[in-house]
């Protein structure tokens, strides 16, 4: 063991951004391998297992679903899973889980202590987890979505429906970004994130969806949904209270809101790091 | 440099479980050993002058500056936690090269400051193996590693030899004192008065979350002495061990626990001499785990404390 102290290039002072890209490549590799990533793509595969269904029905010669007797196309089924599976249960509960443990992880696993004894903000620390977060989902989600799609599509629909593919996509990197930020905060602030994430996304959106007036527009989901190019299946009560109260924001405002409540609890996460004690248990 | 560390009136408290207790001291420059039970209050004063806790009440300032909201200081500190906690997937390499680019350190530097440390602390060869594969020992080393990566002036270490076979110890020691004789700093805690004396005679005493003792404590030394010292020894052949030590006259009692022998000692220096010689020899197997249970110390302190 060799005890002289080498010579190294003095410590090199790195923007905020710079710190952040550099916790994203630490951590990328843990989360995706982690066992929450095998809880997304199980989750995440739902939506392909009934797509592989449906194309098994149809190539069966029968019809997969129907709608006052008309037969429903595939890009209309397509549509329904982007509503029911992907906004309405995916994103919000990828959302909940992943944002909340961001820094709960590491207080669990008590590797926090290497980050923060290192010379970047503690807010980089969670601004790198949070884009690891987003890669991983992204590499995770986005691909099911467009398996689903190429499952249910006819080739002879593609060309018209691509471009509505593509929104699809944009929308769902969006909303796992926005509910991320919002549950990173939630997971920074409060003691039972988990437990306040899950009333925040399945209790306090849900309900106030179903509500007339202005207070819908706290919530992520109103923006959200705004933006989605298909109709809004009509699947029940929920669905057609929802379809009475519905309104069509348009999209500017909604893409205002939604990169206001990214940008704004983002910030606010990184605030209560920089300031939080963390006490690991020993 | 007056203080690697001043803390003044500084408190900690866990809600209503005190941590840290109204401690005014300053720790000078070279190496300083932090000797305490377990529970003492030498984690918690460890994570304050880290910045990793704030303090309750008091100031606390490190190489001359505030530590709390302060992470430009972490490029002159580096800190080798307690914790056995890694992220298992990675290799140790892997890990050291990821924590040193947190220190600003191109892709190039933060691998050839990786592979120094890792060098630095012998473990080149398992340097890519993953650290979930690694031994106890081991695992501690790489702990070292990322904590002098980046070759800080100020080294804290937190129970750093625990784990370690007599061999690693001996030459984790001499790295701590070739540091220092490089014109570093260390702050290093232990429950086991022999591990720090090896290293410094400059020691703090605490318990119970108040500094006690703090100097060239002799007298500890002393009664240190006048207390048998339990050492549990984990190797490949437990038996031959305490065939060993069975003919020396300071061993008081030895039993066996599954692949380890607990052996009661009155003469706990000569004794540690003798395992390292017989863990270098080889002549009883290979010792993969010493460890001293913080009992010993915890009669000498309630023997202090009645004082």
Known sequence: ?282 | MNALVHAEGVSKWYGQVSGLNNVTVSIPPGITGLLGPNGAGKSTFMKLMTGQLKPSQGKIRVLDEAIWGNPTIYSRIGFCPEQDAFYDRMTGLEWVTALVRLNGLNDAEADAAAKRAIDRVDLMEAANKKIGAYSKGMRQRIKLAQALVHDPQLLILDEPLTGMDPLMRRKTIRLIKDWARAGKHIIVSSHILHEIESMTSNILLINNGRIVAEGNVHQIRELIDTHPHTVYVRGENPRALARRFLAEDDVLSMKFEDDAVVIETARPDSFYARLTELAASGEAGRIDEVQSPDDNLQAVFKYLVKQ
Not at chain 1, 111 to 120: A, M
């Open chain 1, 1 to 282: 063991m060799n005890g002289d102290a080498p010579s190294l290039p003095a410590f090199r002072r790195m923007s905020f951004f710079d710190a952040s890209r550099r916790v994203f490549d630490l951590s990328l590799g843990e989360m995706l391998w982690s066992r929450r990533t095998i809880f997304m793509a199980l989750v995440v595969g739902g939506p392909v297992l009934l797509a592989l269904i449906v194309k098994a029905v149809e190539t069966f010669g029968m019809t997969p679903l129907r709608v006052d007797g008309q037969r429903v196309p595939g890009f209309g089924i397509f549509g329904v899973m982007i509503w029911w599976l992907f906004l309405r249960f995916i994103i919000p509960v990828l959302g909940v889980f992943y944002g909340t443990a961001l820094m709960a992880d590491e207080v669990e696993d008590k590797t926090l202590t290497y980050l923060f004894t290192r010379p970047i903000p503690r807010g980089a620390v969670l601004v790198g987890k949070f884009l690891a977060y987003l890669a991983c989902t992204f590499l995770v989600v986005l691909p099911s979505v467009m398996i689903v799609y190429f499952l249910l599509v006819p080739l002879s629909g593609l060309a018209s429906t691509f471009p509505s593919l593509l929104i699809d996509l944009g929308l769902i990197a969006l909303g796992l970004a926005v509910y991320g930020g919002v549950f990173a905060f939630v997971g920074s602030f409060f003691k039972r994130p988990l437990v306040i994430g899950l009333i925040f996304a399945f209790g306090w959106e849900q309900v106030v969806m179903l509500l007339p007036g202005s207070t819908k527009q706290l919530t992520i989901a109103y923006y959200l949904q705004a933006l989605v190019p298909h109709a809004m299946p009509s699947d029940g009560v929920t669905s057609i209270l929802q379809g009475l109260f519905k309104e069509n924001p348009p999209a500017y405002l909604c893409l205002f809101w939604l990169f206001a409540y990214l940008g704004g609890f983002l910030y606010l996460a990184t605030r209560v790091v920089e300031k939080k004690e963390y006490i690991l248990e020993q």
